[in-house]
């Protein structure tokens, strides 16, 4: 029926809107704007989230950062989890999508890992503990930051297809690939051996 499809089609229009201003929410620069420590895009990577974050020496702040960006990212998923699935889908993609690229920043935001952890969070925890273990060991074994979200990310669509969640895996599939295309610049140093390792200066 067309006035069924419509109605479905609003809904996922509004879940992706409500995913994408969530997840545009910049918590890196508004914490350190809070806490005296200026613009964080002037620091470091010129970045965001945690990490960068992270250089500015208060660890605590980070931490928040990790937070605040995991969580949005949940939040739209529970929110519009409450239509079907496939909504909160939607509004995972759009808090993804409005993390990397906010509007309010001219389309220069995060590079996606603390908000892709939230929305597997959302939608699939078992998975997110597996994840989580997979970045944690691989971080002990390289110290990089990097190497870890992006071996974790890749991992986590076949985490849930091996759990039977075949259209979650396909959807983090697709995260996944944004993701790394955010990290394009890592990839290369990581590549080049110029990557920074966790806990170095």
């Not at 892709?116 to 078992?126: A, D, E, F, K, V």
């Not at 396909?170 to 990839?187: D, G, K, P």
């Amino acid at each position: 029926m067309p006035e069924a499809d419509g109605a479905a089609w609003a809904v996922l229009a509004g879940a992706l809107a409500l995913g994408y201003l969530l997840g545009s929410i910049p918590f890196g620069l508004l914490l350190t704007r809070m806490a005296g420590l200026g613009d964080v895009r002037a620091i470091g990577s010129g970045n965001i989230g945690a990490t960068n974050v992270l250089r500015t020496g208060r660890k605590g702040l980070a931490a928040l950062t990790l937070l605040g960006d995991a969580l949005k990212g949940t939040a739209a998923v529970l929110a519009a989890g409450a239509w079907s699935q496939d909504a909160a889908m939607a509004a995972g993609l759009g808090a993804f999508l409005g993390h990397c690229f906010p509007v309010w920043l001219r389309f220069k935001g995060g590079k996606g890992v603390a908000t892709y952890l939230g929305i597997l969070l959302g939608l699939h925890w078992p998975t997110l503990l597996a994840t989580g273990l997979i970045w944690i060991a691989t971080a002990a074994a390289t110290r990089y930051s990097s190497l870890s979200a992006l071996v974790a990310t890749a991992l986590a669509p076949v985490i849930l297809h091996f759990a039977g969640q075949d259209r979650l895996a396909l959807f983090f599939v697709l995260l996944a690939a944004l993701l790394w295309m955010r990290h394009r610049a890592n990839i290369v140093r990581l590549a080049t051996g110029r990557e920074g390792r966790i806990g170095s200066k």
